[in-house]
């Protein structure tokens, strides 16, 4: 018996011992990608006939952040799977297979999925802005895309992508990233309110300022019975910093620098755009200002007393069905939160029900447009096939059939198109199963000649609101600054924790003393973390770069 | 070991010693059963030794550790830049310390008083009950911990209010979780460790506490004078053991009940979730190896001092 014991003990030692090298294999993989890559380069100094060979049927997998479906969601998902293979099969001999990242931790599992390098993912969704796209390219994650690559393997992207946006996914003078510039989308966050609540707490025009939003949930949180809701606004303890940087963005002309850390810390002014500040370190009054409006907000009992400590709220879906009279998050959101769909049900059950949008920068006009790399593919510096990739992601992302099938799923049973041109739902449509465009994040190659507007959305509204946007918007003006870090990491982290710390404590108006003292402590803090030392390296690598 | 062998022969004064190979041929048994345990230290504890050198170097993905440009002491900057260094280290030993003493403590006093149980169907059920926290993992442990204490719904706050109480708001408090963290930790942790007491306690001979009960020593007197000194020697190593991890903190637990409230980071802020946090956003292996760099050589400083200073006192109870 105790012989089988060790037995036993001894083969799982071994097994996990092997399956723990395997993971490991740094060394392998990086030879892999070196023959790939003189692979390409072969391939495509032999310019006139850029031969493709697709003889070998081989498997794509692209891996992205999203929900993975379950029980009958997945059976749906996997007709549009088996579908779009079929089609990838024969026009370039590949299939492809989802990797979800789920939401949880979702930017740590994603890098540590990358960081395996294991070859078992070829294409990856990333952002600029919000997924380490740079980091990662930086630490050696991502292919170095030539251009007789994309010309070669991805003839229609390379084609209708400008060579100015193409500019923009460099670092170095590589191409990293497939940008997903040709989507209208508006990203900017805001305050999703209900506008006929805001009626009846007297702002007949809607909210548009912090004071209005005080007003407002002044009204939603004395009414909170009468209007049925269980809470104003369920948040959890992650928007802080998106608070503060709307706050920020209502208050001064910022415009942020995206990628650097998690929280917008450094950037310019609309005015002088090239000069690195920090309103939120260094502009007092406002930062006192907010400290006090959002103790009043917890005062309220706007979000849970132990709204640092609630991972489980389900704000977003508490609006649709109208337990909540509020949601933070960006304009993309709203046009889905205001408009009539079957999930919205608060449309259904009250005719009056209106969702407005407070975004923030209303006040000062201070928008910017989304950064052509808020989405964007990239092809893991492990993968097999990587030129096989770029061809699956070309018909993703140009052919109709291929852009249909992963956006909206099988004509028919996810969607059909109405006389004018729209996309409805078709009969006995059900929205937990059947939404298969729900569930691919295809956030990463949309195109909008080939997009089906939703029939269901309010597209007055939406246009509207868009067409403000256009009158006041500034393009991103950093797209081709790409820090430099190595030196000052250490003190960026520090920056970014210390901020973090101290946005959860004023953010949700948690802190005790007093506005000012409290504002003292973080600038204080973010002094030590050594805040001025990283605007200045910035300040140099901006001058270095537009001076 | 190998200087107590008598050989046979003993015409010839000087023993001649046997060389490593034929020892591990006299052992060869005792060798094989140490096997497994040899193969997995060597798999995950000597093996990935060479990879210490990340701590050292911008890790490159494709370049791989020892290909990656070295950058000296870099990343051990960010420590020390963070100015709290100190601080996390202090909560780190202070609460692996009242982990520890009390933890112990707790154990054997459970096991002496499950020793001295007559009803065995209790016993077993009061065992039984005390290991199960143990199966559950930090994650629950974090929700139930929630669901007991939190202001709007929690189970301590609904008794309160129901009694005409004010409410009590412990996530806003940084001063309750010490107190509270270590009974959860005890509550979790108590009957695992108390199992190992109690099969010491089993295996102390029979004789001796019948030969006590002879003399007329009573039930206190018997743990006093004979259970305790017997099991001191378990103490003293598992305290060594114990020891070696005092820098490194509990990520489970305070991760999963304190999460990201920075109103509780004073008092609950140990040195790994601090790293977490800070590292998360910019994924860095090299800072990551870094700080366990850190944490490794100071174990390994104390459990050096404490070792010579029971080595001194008792050479019996010394590790080696």
Not at chain 1, 201 to 229: C, P, Q, R
Not at chain 2, 54 to 62: L, P, S
Request: charged share 20%; net charge negative.
């Amino acid at each position: 018996m105790k012989k089988k014991l060790f037995a036993v003990l001894l083969a799982a030692s071994m097994v996990l011992g092997l399956t723990a090298c395997g993971a490991k294999d740094a060394p392998a993989s990086k030879t892999e990608t070196k023959t790939e890559t003189t692979t390409e380069q072969s391939s495509a100094s032999e310019e006139e006939a850029p031969a493709i060979d697709t003889s070998e049927h081989v498997k794509i997998t692209y891996m992205f952040t999203g929900s993975k479906p379950e029980g009958a969601a997945m059976d749906r998902f996997m007709e549009m799977n088996d579908k779009l293979n079929e089609i990838l099969t024969e026009k370039c001999n590949a299939e492809l297979e989802f990797y979800w990242i789920g939401w949880t931790d979702y930017l740590s599992v994603y890098n540590m999925t990358i960081a395996a390098m294991d070859g078992s993912i070829d294409l990856i969704g990333t952002a600029s802005d919000w997924l380490d796209a740079w980091p990662n390219a930086k630490n050696g994650a991502f292919l170095e895309l030539s251009e007789d690559m994309l010309k070669t393997y991805a003839p229609q992207t390379w084609a209708s992508v400008p060579a100015e946006n193409w500019e923009l996914c460099k670092y170095d003078g590589e191409i990293y990233l497939i940008p997903e510039d040709n989507y209208a989308q508006w990203t900017n966050h805001g305050f999703i309110y209900r506008a006929d609540w805001a009626e009846k707490a007297g702002l007949a025009n809607g909210v548009h300022s912090w004071e209005d939003m005080t007003k407002y949930f002044e009204y939603t949180t004395a009414n909170a019975d009468a209007l049925g809701i269980k809470q104003a606004w369920d948040s959890d303890g992650t928007q802080n910093t998106q608070l503060a940087s709307g706050w920020v963005a209502s208050h001064t002309n910022f415009v942020p620098i995206d990628g650097i850390c998690s929280s917008a810390l450094w950037g310019g002014t609309k005015d002088d755009l090239y000069t690195v500040v920090t309103p939120a370190y260094t502009d007092t009054d406002m930062m006192v200002e907010y400290a006090k409006m959002m103790k009043s907000w917890n005062d309220m009992g706007v979000w849970k007393k132990d709204v640092l400590n609630n991972t489980t709220s389900t704000n977003r879906d508490d609006f649709r069905v109208g337990l909540v009279a509020a949601d933070q998050h960006h304009t993309q959101t709203w046009t889905d939160l205001c408009s009539p769909t079957p999930s919205n049900k608060i449309y259904q059950d009250d005719p009056n029900a209106k969702a407005g949008f407070f975004y923030f920068g209303e006040e000062t006009k201070n928008v910017v447009a989304l950064s052509i790399t808020h989405g964007a593919m990239a092809i893991s510096a492990a993968s097999k096939n990587p030129e096989r990739a770029l061809m699956v992601y070309d018909l993703l992302r140009n052919d109709e059939a291929c852009y249909r099938l992963i956006n909206y799923g099988i004509e028919g049973v996810s969607y059909e198109i109405d006389e004018n041109g729209y996309r409805k739902n078709p009969e006995g449509y059900n929205p937990d199963t059947d939404n298969v465009g729900g569930a691919t994040s295809w956030w990463w190659g949309r195109n909008d000649n080939l997009e089906l507007r939703s029939a269901d959305r309010a597209w007055d509204q939406i246009e509207a609101l868009y067409d403000e946007y256009d009158k006041i918007k500034i393009n991103y003006p950093y797209g081709q600054f790409i820090p430099n870090c190595d030196t000052i990491q250490g003190k960026i982290d520090n920056c970014n924790e210390q901020f973090g710390n101290y946005m959860k404590q004023i953010s949700f108006g948690l802190y005790t003393g007093t506005a000012e003292d409290i504002v003292a402590e973080m600038q204080a803090a973010l002094k030590a973390a050594g805040i001025e030392d990283v605007t200045a390296e910035l300040q140099a690598q901006i001058d270095a770069l537009y001076k | 070991m190998g200087k107590r062998n008598k050989t046979a022969a003993s015409a010839a004064p000087v023993v001649k010693k046997k060389n490593f190979f034929q020892l591990l041929w006299k052992y060869r048994t005792l060798t094989l059963m140490c096997i497994p345990a040899i193969v997995f230290f060597f798999m995950f504890s000597y093996m990935p030794m060479p990879g210490i050198w990340v701590a050292f170097v911008k890790y490159n993905y494709r370049k791989g550790i020892f290909g990656s440009k070295f950058v000296g002491l870099q990343n051990f900057e960010f420590l020390a830049q963070s100015g709290k260094l100190w601080s996390l280290t202090k909560n780190t030993i202070l609460y692996n310390i009242a982990f520890i003493i009390l933890g112990n403590l707790l154990a054997v006093f459970m096991a002496i008083l499950l020793n001295e149980m007559a009803s065995k169907l209790f016993k077993k059920t009061a065992q039984t009950m005390m290991f199960l926290p143990y199966f559950i993992s930090h994650v629950l442990v974090g929700v139930l911990v929630f669901n007991f204490l939190n202001y709007d719904t929690g189970f301590v706050n609904t008794i309160l209010t129901n009694m005409g109480l004010e409410r009590w708001q412990p996530y806003a408090d940084p001063h309750v979780w010490p107190v509270l963290l270590v009974i959860i930790y005890l509550w979790q942790q108590t009957g695992y460790s108390s199992v190992v007491y109690f099969a010491s306690i089993m295996g102390i001979d029979g004789e001796i506490i019948e030969a006590a009960r002879v003399d007329g020593a009573n039930a206190f007197q018997k743990i006093r004078y004979i259970i305790l000194p017997c099991l001191k020697p378990t103490v003293v190593i598992l305290l060594l053991f114990a020891l070696g991890g005092i820098v490194k903190g509990n990520f489970g637990l305070f991760y999963n009940i304190i999460g990201t409230n920075s109103m509780l980071y004073d008092t609950t802020d140990i040195i790994e979730t601090f790293v977490y946090r800070a590292t998360m956003t910019d994924f860095n292996f090299s800072t990551a190896s870094a700080v366990g760099l850190y944490q490794s050589l100071i174990g390994f400083f104390i459990v050096m001092v404490v070792n010579f200073v029971v080595k001194k006192i008792e050479p019996d109870y010394s590790l080696f």
